[in-house]
Each structure stands twice: as structure tokens, then as C-alpha cells.
């Protein structure tokens, strides 16, 4: 249902595909290293700030989670999206070339 659903809303709302390359001048090789340095630290971020046991005890529950998640995804954004176009998410880039094909 969830998949019917997305391919409704993006033949609706995106019907030009979005493509994912380098920007130039740069190549594929320099793509995928900031690619992999910033979902690297996006991840970590993640598994440090939202799902810690040692950071977030069961009385005490942290609420900075989300602003730090926030924070990596505008500095990734600014520092790959001149490079790569920012995609930090693979399944989402895996989906995008997919329909793009």
C-alpha cells in the first residue's frame, strides 16, 4: 500500500525525474567520498544522540536529539550539495536512479 501510494504521489506532484550526478567540476569518485563521509556522520549522530541507552536513561529521556540530526543534515547539505547534490540516504538514491533508468 505504501509503495502504491508513494508512485501515486510522485506521478502527481514530480512527474519530472530527478537526476543525481556530480556537479561540475567535480567527478564521481569525489561524489562518493563526501557521500559516505556524511552519512557516516549522520549515522553516527543517529545511533550517539536518538538511541544511546548511556545518553537517554529511562528516567530521563533526552530532547536534543533531533536538533543535532538537524544540524548534520544542513551542514552536509551545505558542504556535499555543491558536490554531489546531497543525497545522504542510498535507498533514496537507489529509488530515484531506478525511476530515472
Partial sequence: AGAVAGGTCMVLFAPKAATLAPVEPFSWPHAMIVEAIYTCMLCFTVLNCAVSSRNNPPGDKNQFFAL???????????????ISG???NPSVAFGLDIKHA
Fill in 68 to 82: 543535532a540530526i538537524g544540524f548534520v543534515i544542513v551542514a552536509g547539505g551545505y558542504a556535499a550539495g555543491g
Fill in 86 to 88: 546531497a543525497c545522504f
